[in-house]
């Protein structure tokens, strides 16, 4: 097996494999698909422009492969509608954006530290977080033999405790950064643990801890000084409070359309990016006392219409959720039954007796006036929208509507 040393060695000299899960499939040839609705991108990024300062600019975070919604068309689309900035968590996720000919200014949103990786960032011209000393020492060394500087963002840590330099440290760590050959502070930064909860108690400890640094960094309100960058909210806190927009805000979630909390739904109107969608594969009449499914976990209380849809967990679609989620079909809710399989999962259509092979079925999405989000799966599996979107593996090709 590679480390992850080399298969980045790998990644930075050979020619990334041409990506192919777009445009290459009619959705509509296939079992199975996950439709992205690139109008609801750009709708979304325009709504979150106009709750945004003309002096804030926003960065459209698509790490993960655009939270599974295909990272490079969402970024295409996002700039267009006036997103400047993009945000991955890797470095192959940035470099596979520029070999497709993005140019606008990736952050790296993750850790990165050995000489091999600088190599790539620099390459590739991507824009590295640094967070420790050692690291910026790493990035400065190696830029000094290759002989070319690259704008550097200092994370510090206010309170999440994941990435970041301690917020203590800010004025030391900043000046070494500062100081140090080739590295050109381009942002200070930092995350927030709990911008989604209506209790603002520990967000504001952030803001406060991150203000505190930052003039301890001698950095005060002077406007005319366009560097470096401050930067603090993601999507939640970004429709939580103005005060908290900075020079830019880092919005994942809500590009794709979804709300970070309830009660943030009314700040701006956003539309759902992402559909998924299977077809019928056979329609049968079981009798009752028939068990359905592996372990028959179902078992039919009368006679029953059933329909198998060419969909399951390796697609995605949460096992757990066997036995207890409705899909659309013909714009009406139907019951799934008995365990989710691999590839393939049954349905009670009894409600439609002339449902036909082939017909589509909505597992996410609207259908009529109905619609099923990520946020409902995400409730009835105790998880986040987040996970949801990212779930959807590649076996489902995306297809680009809209
Ligand atoms: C993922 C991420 C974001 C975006 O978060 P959303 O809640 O999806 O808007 C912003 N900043 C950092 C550092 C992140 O890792």
């Known amino acids: 097996m590679l480390s992850w040393e080399e298969d ?25 698909w996950v439709e992205i609705d690139l109008a609801a991108v750009a709708y979304n990024v325009q709504q979150l422009k106009l709750l945004l300062s003309p002096q804030t600019a926003l960065m459209t975070v698509v790490k993960a492969d655009g939270y599974g919604h295909g990272a490079f068309k ?18 192959p996720e940035g470099i596979e954006l520029r070999d497709r000919g993005i140019n606008a200014p990736i952050l790296i949103l993750g850790a990165t530290h050995t000489p091999e990786q600088v190599k790539a960032i ?45 917020w203590q440290e800010a004025a030391e760590f900043v000046t070494l950064v500062k100081n140090l050959p080739n590295l050109e502070l381009a942002s ?11 209790d603002f108690t520990v967000m504001k400890q952030q803001q406060q ?22 930067h603090l909210a993601n999507s939640a806190a970004a429709l939580a409070d103005r005060r908290l927009h900075y020079d830019m805000v880092r919005i994942g979630l809500a590009t794709y359309g979804l709300y970070p909390a309830p009660h943030l739904q009314s700040v701006i109107d956003l539309k759902p990016v992402m559909q998924v969608k299977a077809k019928v594969t056979q329609v049968k009449t079981i009798q009752a ?12 209380d009368r006679e029953m219409l059933i329909a198998v849809v060419g969909i399951g967990y390796a697609d995605g679609i949460p096992r757990n959720l066997s036995n ?6 013909r714009s009406k809710l139907v019951p799934q039954i008995g365990a989710i399989t691999m590839d393939q999962m049954m349905l009670d259509v009894t409600a439609i007796p002339d449902l036909e092979i082939g017909e589509i079925v909505t597992l996410l999405g ?32 995306r297809v680009a509507i809209g």
């Open 122 to 166: 620099a390459q590739w011209q991507l824009q590295p977080t640094i967070c420790t000393p050692k690291q910026a020492l790493i990035f400065s060394e190696f830029l000094t033999t290759i002989n070319q500087s690259l704008p550097v963002h200092v994370k510090l840590d206010t309170g999440m405790s994941r990435l970041g330099s301690p």
């Open 366 to 397: 609207k259908d009529g006036k109905i619609k099923i989000s990520a946020d409902d799966w995400a409730t009835k599996l105790g998880t986040i929208s987040w996970e949801i979107l990212c779930s959807f593996k590649h076996r489902l090709p």
């Open 188 to 198: 200070i930064y930092s995350h927030l643990a709990t911008a989604d909860s209506p």
């Open 289 to 300: 006392g028939t068990g359905v499914s592996y372990g028959h976990h179902f078992i039919a």
């Open 324 to 329: 207890n989620m409705q899909v659309l079909v």
């Open 74 to 91: 969402v970024a295409q689309t996002a700039l267009k509608a006036g997103a400047t900035w993009l945000g991955v968590a890797t470095i």
């Open 209 to 230: 801890r991150f203000e505190l640094a930052i003039s301890a960094c001698g950095i005060g309100e002077k406007k005319e000084m366009a560097y470096p960058k401050l």
């Open 8 to 32: 980045l060695r790998e990644i930075s000299t050979q020619e990334i494999p041409q990506v192919r899960r777009w445009d290459e499939y009619g959705g509509i040839c296939q079992r199975a």
